[in-house]
């Protein structure tokens, strides 16, 4: 304890050159932190979904549809307990850069599937009373201020809806209750896109509520087979599966943001063993001095590593704590259209900090040893 | 006896050649007395002094201090030893900067197993009797040669070692203030009975020892 | 001045273990930063490699790409009529009428499903675009259901080897041929006849007709006849001009994000720099104490404490081009969001990029060297000398 005191009073130093150490360490959490909040934004619609919902697709390929009488076959395969469906609209609000998601869903059922699109009962009930509604996501809501009421005229984007504008009416704004579902997309029913829609009963995607997960993989298969042969066939996966596609569409964002992470630790390792080497070189008369008074060369190893560890660990709790109050996709306007929301969650920030206090143990270890392994005699004689 | 040195010997390795500091040195020394180790440099007065505090060992030979061989003892042996036994006076004092003059001298009872408020009492009679009990909150750059010192003496006391050895102790000071050192040294000497071996090259400073021993090329000579 | 700045390089060698370590951290900095840009410049190569400078793209009117544009199929006629699109030495215009569907493959990577690009087009496709060239088997027969498949293709989609037979549109299709497009977007795609495709995947219409021109500069003339008939409501584009376009976004993503990593990194090797040289700076008190005392300007000691940060900067920018270059063609994709289709490029080193990456550690060196540099300047003569 007493040795703490010690450690503390010898970080103060050189104020400035432990404030630009730390300053290098926080830099080097606060981008951990982000990059692994980017990462795990693209991963948690696969992390968050549902182990009782399965998709089905097209096997070609999701941007073809299929025929509206699927359902009633995907209804009679046994294991399948309920069941929506929905398309992606594509549509332009006012801009081509405004780019955010747009479904068309079969509303009611949508709702049962999807429990995490909360709304309030009035809200939800005025939206399903409404042919000609939608509901939006509060981050969406925010980007745009739209508020209950609003009209939304969207443009249309594929050809399939004909020429004619659509226009909607907000009648609820949702909030995400899991990540499966996000908060930046828009929602109206089916039935109108589709009445207006040059060929009609085209459905973009099915979902599905399977009654027993362990069985998921061959409620798929079941539902698959029914359509085998035909001219749409299908492809079932799970939601998960399903999710983690759209994560990989980027590129292995694993690696990249890896790499990255990985290089910026390196960095600020070789800055801040460079401090602590620089530090201990200075005073190498006093460590010199203290193993003559009698303190051991083990605690002296302590002192220097703890040193390091110390002004590590605070350049750790600041690059984290900045992170966790600046990096937030929404915050950051950059969230919406195909980037998923991400923010800096308590365990990036722990990481982060975890790392810093790594930083400072590898940093420090070199010089710490050093300083230890010192003949008394040589440090002296070197100022004289 | 208080410290015995027989046939002591250090040798230096300077690439392939081998250089010998000191050369078969046996001394004796008596408790309170005040030693001066005079001789010109390269005589190896500072090794002898380096030997005698334990921060280096001899290439070999025997040193008994208050009944203890401590040649051949393993580096953390001696680094307890040290703390127990030695108070070391430097050249150039050697103060902590970041440190006041109070956990300057504070240092070495850390080492030991005093409360916090045992310590405070050591280090305030050490301070005392160096004559800087208020400057016990000052920084080392805020003091004179002189005073830091003095804080360094009492850094060198506060443990209560069995002896005090001193390098070149006025070697960096003015000469009033390095009068002020001798008196000192004598009176911890005379009045408290310390033990000191001082390393010299200044025939006045040596004029204030009990006893002066003369070194040169590693042996003992005649004044 | 030259002294000087000699005096100081041949310094930093004493404290060799500290430079070094400077430096590197600075290499890896730059090696980031060319690393992350190289993909911008692979992915942008590769679209712009699409466009060809005599060749038009023709889409419906208003849309803004052939994924969400449609072309009546007697539209193809009246196209082929214009005097503007040029004929083959057997009279055929050169234009090819084309489909853009996205079919789903495993990757070969992490076997995922990947959206692969398939472009349904006419039998003068491979004419059309004269920097393709079948590198191994033959181009398809128009009117079977063989297809080719680009280079890139092969190497990242499972399953589409020459002779692999590929199911879709309720068919199977036979890789009779691979194709090679100086690394366009095309070596991403698989090729088929688009008069079978179009009933396999229940399409009626084109999406978009590409067309050769007699000459770059017939490009107005053709716009404004199009314009002008109100039969075609239609939109002509120059190709490279549309593909320039299309990698738009992703290539400003893929440049903000790389730029904004390597910005931060860079404030945290700088602060690594800035130790270091004030490190140096006090180091050497006494010395430069000594030059002011025999007559050096404060500016002097400036310059070469600045030229000093420099150089070491400008070695760990050298350092991280070269720890960067191994990067450099080797094959990576990503999904174009403007197409919804995967697209592979190769990472893409180019002269220009490390140069800026030099000129960033050149930058680095002298920010962190800066206030430094100033300390050493200020210090008193005097004192200097009077240090131990």
Redesign the interface.
Known sequence: M??LA?IF??A??SK??TA??A??VA??V??FAS?RAVLDGFNAGAAGSSSTRIITIR??????AMPSSHANAIRGVDGVRDLSWANWF?GIYKD?QNFFAQFAVDAESYLRLYPEILLTPDEKQAFLDDRTGCVVGDGLARTYGFKVGDRIVLQV???IYGTQDFTFTVRGIYRAGGTAVDNQSMMFHWKYADERAIEKGQIGWFVEEIDNPDRSAAIALAIDEKFTN??Y?T?TNTEQQFM??FA?????LNLLLGS?AF??V???L??A???M??SVR?RT??IA??????????TIFFFIAGEGMLISLLGGVLGAGLAVLLVNGERLGITG??VPAFGVSPRNALTGLAISAGIGLVAGLVPATLASRLK??DA?RR?? | MLIELRDVTKMYKRDTLEVSVLDRVTMSVDEGQFLALMGPSGSGKSTLL?LL?G??QPTSGSIRIAGAEIAGLS??QL??????H?G?I???Y?L????TAF?NVE??L??TSLS?KQRRDHVMTALDIVGLHDRSGHYPRQLSGGQEQRVAIA?AIVTDPTLLLADEPTGDLDAKSGQDILTLLQRLNTEFRKTIIMVTHDPHAAERATRVLHLEKGTFVAA | MGLIAGYNLRSMLVRK??AA??S??IA??V??FVM?LSIAQGFRATLVASGSPDNVIVM?KGA?SEN???IAKPQLALIESFPQVLSDSSRRPLVSPELV????LP?I??G?????PLRAVGPRAFDVRENLSIVEGRRFEPGTREINVGRLAVGRFAGLGIGSEVK???AVWTVVGVFEADDASFESEVWGDIDLMLPA??RNEYQSLTAKLTDASAFESLAAAIDADPRLQLTVRRERDYYAEQSQTMTTIIRVFGTF?TL??S???M??A???M??AV?YRTREVGTLRALGFSRSRIVVAFLVESVALSLLGGIIGCVLALPVHGLS????N?AS?S?VAFKFRITPALMVAGLVFSALMGAAGGLLPALRAARIPVARALRE?
């Not at chain 1, 001095?289 to 083990?298: K, Y």
Request: no cysteine; net charge positive.
């Open positions: 007493k040795f010690l009073k010898s103060r130093r400035r050159r630009l150490t300053l290098s830099i080097a606060f981008l990059l096997s070609t390929s999701l941007i073809f594509g081509p984007g594929i050809p035909t001219p066939e492809k983690a596609s990989s569409m980027f590129g292995n990255i290089a910026v390196v960095t600020t070789f800055v063993a460079n401090t080497a620089m200075e008369t006093e001095v203290m193993r003559t008074l009698g303190f051991p060369s083990q259209g195909f008394i005699v002296l100022v004289a | 380096n505090a921060i280096d580096e953390r680094a307890g030893w040290r703390a127990q030695v070391f430097f050249q150039l050697n902590i900067p970041v440190l956990e240092l070495p850390l080492l916090k850094r | 273990g500290t370590m400077t590197l951290g890896m900095v090696a980031v992350t419906r803004t969400v544009s449609a569907v996205i079919i789903s990757r990577g992490d995922q499903p990947a959206n692969v879709f549109g309720s995947f229940q990593v931060i990194l404030v945290g090797a602060f690594g800035m130790n270091t004030y490190a006090a990576t994709g990503t999904t969001m919804f995967e131990i």
